[in-house]
């Protein structure tokens, strides 16, 4: 069981979640500065030997930024068109806070269809070995230009989980803007309980993740219950942690 920061040396091989509302805001796009923050911590225990992959949405968000839709209802392919923009923007954050520790990232785009079509499921899983092999890290989203149903639903905690199970990973750490877990809505019930730790994704712990969503994140609570509950019948832990501490 992963509790604390020092039983993360038991892990060698991870993937990271980071969701959009961390990674862009509304007014100048790209958060440069909290990118680098999570490059800092990844290039930490990249150092230490862990092969880590990034899941990074924030395409749809800073394509919007970028075109002065933000606020607006768009449709499926204007959200696609969005992210087209905004892909190389993400992919461009990356680089650069990656760059500064001198370590090289690759950009893997992926839909749920290429993880089910075993030949594809191969390829992507010798790309991301030779990616480890080469030291470079990859930086995985939703190939978001060719999918109506994923981009609907912005469910890139589902591919989180997906990549964890590619990857053979011990740990699936989703970064979000929420605190943590609570039993109830701790912003309308002062009674919420904090669940730091929980055995099995039953059908009671489901109902308790609300609905909400914040400005640019689309999963919610449900979509990270669901995630973990894939992560762990496949045998990866999963942690669903404050992307802001
Ligand atoms: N793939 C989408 C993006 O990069 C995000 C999907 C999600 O929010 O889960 O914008």
Not at 168 to 183: R, Y
Not at 187 to 204: G, K, Q, Y
């Amino acid at each position: 069981m992963i509790q604390r920061r020092r039983d993360l040396s038991r892990v060698h091989r991870m993937v990271v979640k980071i969701g959009s509302s961390l990674l862009a805001d509304a007014q100048t796009g790209v958060r440069q500065a909290r990118v680098e923050r999570f490059a800092n911590e990844i290039a930490a225990l990249h150092a230490e030997g862990m092969e880590i992959v990034v899941v990074s949405s924030g395409a749809v968000a800073l394509g919007c930024v970028h075109l002065g839709w933000v606020g607006r209802t768009l449709s499926v392919h204007e959200k696609q068109a969005a992210a087209a923009i905004g892909q190389p923007l993400l992919m461009h954050a990356w680089k650069e806070a990656f760059a500064g520790h001198g370590i090289g990232v690759a950009q893997m785009l992926l839909t749920r269809d290429d993880l089910r079509n075993r030949r594809r499921y191969l390829n992507a899983s010798n790309t991301s070995e030779t990616l480890f092999s080469a030291g470079v890290i990859p930086i995985v989203n939703e190939n978001d230009t060719v999918v109506v149903r994923e981009i609907k639903f912005g469910d890139n905690d589902n591919l989180g989980a997906l990549a964890a199970l590619l990857i053979d990973a011990d740990l699936l750490a989703i970064l979000t803007d929420v605190e943590a877990l609570f039993d109830a809505d701790p912003s309308v019930n002062t009674d919420a309980r904090r669940l730091d730790l929980v055995e099995e994704v039953t059908p009671e712990i489901m109902d308790m993740a609300g609905e909400a969503g914040s400005d640019f994140g689309t999963g919610g609570m449900v979509s990270k219950l669901r995630a973990a509950r894939i992560a762990t019948r496949g045998g990866v832990v999963a942690a669903v942690i404050s992307g802001h501490e």
